[in-house]
C-alpha cells in the first residue's frame, strides 16, 4: 500500500461507527450520534462527545442518531458524522482523499445504498465501496467465505439483526429484521415502567442489559439497583431488578431474532444445511454478547453456535481485510467511481 493511496473502512453502525486503518487496525469506535442546536442547524458534537450529551441537553440543543435502523435517516447529519470520523482517523493534515469501504444491511435498497456511496463522497473519499455486512462479519470472523462450503452468520447490532449463509464469496439466503440491541433496551425500560413505576433513560436500559440481562434464565440470578423517576410523585428512586425478570422482558425480541435465523435455515438448500451442521451458527455483532445468547440459538434451532472473536470489531475488521484485498472480493463489492 503506497503513501499516495489512504484506506479507510467504516463500519457504520446505528449504535457505533467503528473506523478500520490497514496496517493500524481499529482506530476509532465511537457511538453514531450528533448534536445539533436547533437555532441555526450547526453540529456542535459528534461521537463520545455527543452521546454524553443524550437526556441532558437544554431545549435548543438536540443530540440524535442519524442512523435508524441501519440505514440513512438523516443524511445531511450523517455526511457530516462521515466526514468528522475520516478526518480524526487520518489526522488533520491529511491531503490525500481516501478509498473508503463502508458496511451496509444485508437488506437495504439500492436508493439506501446509494445514499451511502453519496455520503461518503461528500464527505471527502475519492472511492467509496459498500458491502453488505454479513459478508464483512464473515470476512471479520476469519472464515474463507470463498470455499464452496456453507456458512452461517449472525450479526445482531444496534439496529438491525443481518442472517446470512454465505458459500462461494456470496449470500445464498440472507434476511435482515430491524429487532436488535436497541429494541431489547427499550423493552427493558418498557418493562421497568411498567413493573416499577420508573422511567429510565436509554443508557440505564443498555446498563442493565449488560450488567444482569441474559437469553435464557439462570439458575444463580444476577441483580443491580436501578434509578430512575418516580412516574407517580415525579421523584428520583430507586429499585433492584433480577436476571430472570429481564430474560422475561425482552422474549419477544428474542423470539423476533431466533425467527429470523430459523427463516434463513429453511430456505437454505440441503447441501448447504449439512455444511451448517457441521460448522455452527457464527455469532457476531456488539449485542451477541448478550448473555447466553448462543445457548438461546441452540436450544431453539437445535444447531451449535458460537460467538465470534471480538464480535463487536468483525464487521470493522472484515472492512479492512476485504480493502487490502480488493480483487479477492470484488464480486462482492458495489464500487462508485
Known sequence: M????????????????????PGKGIVLNEPSV????????????????????????????????????????????????????????LGRFNIWRPEVMVSVPAGVTSTERRA??????????????????????????????HEARGHMIVDIGGGTTDVAVISLGGIVASTSVKCAGNRIDAAIADYIKKTFNLAIGDKMA???????????????????IIKGRDFITGLPRT????????????????????KAIKDVLQETLPEL???IIDNGIIMTGGSSLLRNFPELVYRRTGVKAVLAKEPLYCVARGTGIALEHL???KKTVIAKR
Open 2 to 21: 503506497s503513501i499516495w493511496t489512504r484506506k479507510l473502512g467504516i463500519d457504520l453502525g446505528t449504535a457505533n461507527t467503528l473506523v478500520f486503518l
Open 34 to 89: 450528533v448534536a445539533v442546536s436547533q437555532q441555526d442547524n450547526k453540529i456542535l458534537a459528534v461521537g463520545l462527545e455527543a452521546k454524553n450529551m443524550i437526556g441532558k441537553t437544554p431545549e435548543n440543543i438536540i443530540a440524535y442518531r442519524p442512523m435508524k435502523d441501519g440505514v440513512i435517516a438523516d443524511y445531511r447529519v450523517t455526511e457530516a458524522m462521515l466526514r468528522y470520523y475520516m478526518t480524526k482517523a
Open 116 to 145: 451511502v456511496i453519496e455520503a461518503a463522497i461528500k464527505a471527502g473519499a475519492k472511492n467509496a465501496y459498500v458491502v453488505k455486512e454479513p459478508i464483512l462479519a464473515a470476512i471479520g470472523a476469519g472464515i474463507p467465505i
Open 206 to 224: 443498555e446498563d442493565i442489559k449488560i450488567q444482569v440481562g441474559s437469553a435464557v434464565p439462570l439458575e444463580e440470578e444476577l441483580s443491580m
Open 239 to 258: 429499585a433492584e431488578v433480577r436476571t430472570n425478570e429481564i430474560v422475561k422482558s425482552i422474549a419477544k425480541e428474542l423470539r423476533e431474532m431466533i
Open 273 to 275: 444445511s449439512a455444511d
Open 327 to 329: 480483487d479477492t472480493y
